[in-house]
């Protein structure tokens, strides 16, 4: 007589619980990715932003005749913009800086350089 193997089919508990497991640590890692590529675009929208509204006022200042050109600050969007001309043998550099708060509230700023000559 032979015997009959009996064939089980399904998963253990155990398998079943590591699957489980498993699956939520990479659920976990994804959402924590997406919450930091989402800070990342707010960041990089911002900071594009900012960009613009310092070369704006750079070209503003452009148009402007050279021996009207002045110092002066406004607020754009949520952004601050303070802009200096000083006065450096026949150059006029033109200085911009635009502040803004990030998602988590820290501040930011970048600042923008050019110089006009006569």
Sequence with gaps: MSKK???Q???TLGEVMMAVLILALCV???SGFLGWLSRSSA???RMGTACGL???KIEEL???KYSDMASGNDTVSGFTRQWTVTTNGSLKILDV???WSSYDGAHRSITLT???GR
């Design 5 to 7: 193997h009996i064939l």
């Design 9 to 11: 089919q399904g998963f």
């Design 114 to 116: 050019d110089a006009i």
């Design 97 to 99: 800086t635009v502040n």
């Design 43 to 45: 960041f990089t929208d």
């Design 54 to 56: 310092g070369q704006a």
């Design 62 to 64: 452009l148009t402007v």
């Design 28 to 30: 976990v890692a994804v």
